[in-house]
């Protein structure tokens, strides 16, 4: 990302998340309670653990706004653990006089083992602390920051989940023909899956996944998923053909990956279309003479041609793993001792993919008002807003 970058610093039981945000144009509206808005969609979802009862996140701006607009530079902002007072000795900055009780045993499938062993930590949660999950309330903080700016120029970025566990959903943005009726405006996609505990938007599956949620719980198991992430509105030309880190959908899918369990990403249909043939795959190019626009007949590249966007609605599919803390752990070592035991218990969740779906949400905002930047430029909304109308203008002769 380089016009539009951002940073996280902070532990999962450190006193708080800081965030910095570069490259925001000047004169975009945004408040705390904008931020807010998509923290509380973050800590939703049937499967949640103990932690979401404790922590309210809530983003601090400490500075690039004024009077309730960006000012260009830097936006930081700050998220308060309200569990650190809990965890002040455990995780305290300077030395402490008391024994502490080291995490010496790692986690099948997170970062504990591979971590310790490369930073050199003897204390596993020297490692768990910055792995964990707890991080991303910042990326969906700074996201809600990117997707205020891509409102300004008609972009909505939306989600649900799809699949639980075995409890699939068949509906997909991507599998969608341009005489199809969808039951809801897809726009709304989001607020509708925001009614379901598990974000999903048919009720019978609905009720499956959490039936699966609960049976998982009772067996002290945990349950991943798979979540659709789609952006409508996105103008043709974002991302580019010529190298590689240009490419957008090289962009998407590392960003998502980044978000930690993810272990799969697919744009449009994704992994089906290596089960097809070419004519069932592309998507057919025609022009609307009345309406001066392409148009297509079916969305199967899910909005991205050759790296670049293509004026379709942008679908990213995302897969997550089940989230390895397990109440009833698998084996696993003692480091220190080298003999076999089970794997050390974290406070965790049963099943956090609804969670997931908004994180990809925000991730998908951040890098698309990078290439959205990269593409338009400028060093404020209105200076942007005119290369964007330009632009449109000029990409229908």
């Not at 007072?85 to 995490?103: A, C, F, L, R």
């Not at 309330?137 to 205020?148: E, T, Y």
Request: aromatic share 6%; charged share 25%.
């Amino acid at each position: 990302m380089n016009k539009f970058r951002y940073y996280t610093a902070g532990e999962s039981h450190g006193p708080g998340l800081i965030g910095i945000l570069e490259g925001v144009p000047a004169g975009l509206e945004i408040s705390e309670e904008d931020i807010f808005l998509d923290l509380q969609r973050r800590q939703m979802g049937h499967g949640r653990g103990g932690r979401m009862r404790i922590e309210k996140d809530f983003a601090r701006i400490f500075s690039g706004i004024r009077f309730g607009k960006t000012l260009g530079s830097p936006i930081s902002m700050l998220i308060e653990n309200k569990d650190w007072k809990n965890w002040e000795t455990k995780m305290s900055i300077g030395k402490v006089d008391v024994d502490i009780q080291q995490v010496r045993i790692p986690r099948p499938g997170h970062a504990d083992f591979a971590g310790s062993i490369k930073y050199g930590h003897k204390d596993i949660r020297s490692i768990l602390e910055r792995a964990s999950a707890r991080e991303t309330a910042m990326r969906v903080a700074l996201g809600a920051v990117a997707r205020k700016f891509l409102t300004e120029f008609g972009i909505v970025v939306v989600s649900h989940v799809v699949q639980i566990h075995k409890a699939q959903s068949d509906f997909s943005v991507a599998h969608l023909g341009s005489n199809d009726t969808p039951e809801f405006p897809l726009e709304q996609m989001s607020a509708l899956a925001d009614e379901s505990s598990v974000r999903c938007l048919n009720k019978e599956i609905e009720r499956k996944m959490i039936a699966a949620i609960d049976t998982a719980k009772a067996q002290k198991d945990t349950l991943g998923g798979v979540f659709e992430v789609v952006a409508f509105g996105l103008p043709i030309g974002l991302g580019s053909h010529v190298h590689w880190d240009r490419k957008l959908d090289g962009r998407i899918g590392g960003a998502m990956m980044s978000i930690p369990g993810m272990k799969g990403v697919e744009i449009g249909i994704g992994f089906v279309s290596g089960t097809l043939t070419g004519s069932k795959v592309h998507d057919a190019i025609y022009y609307d003479d009345s309406e001066a626009q392409y148009f297509r007949s079916r969305n199967h590249a899910g909005g991205l041609e050759g790296g670049i966007s293509n004026g379709m609605p942008l679908v990213v599919r995302v897969a997550m793993k089940p989230i390895a803390t397990l109440m009833n752990p698998l084996d696993s070592v003692n480091m220190e001792t080298k003999k076999a035991t089970v794997a050390h218990i974290e406070r965790s969740d049963v099943c956090a993919v609804p969670a997931a779906s908004v994180i990809g949400e925000s991730v998908l905002c951040l890098v698309l008002a990078d290439a959205f930047l990269e593409k338009f430029g400028g060093d404020s909304i209105e200076e942007i807003r005119e290369r964007h109308d330009a632009w449109k203008r000029q990409s229908v002769k």
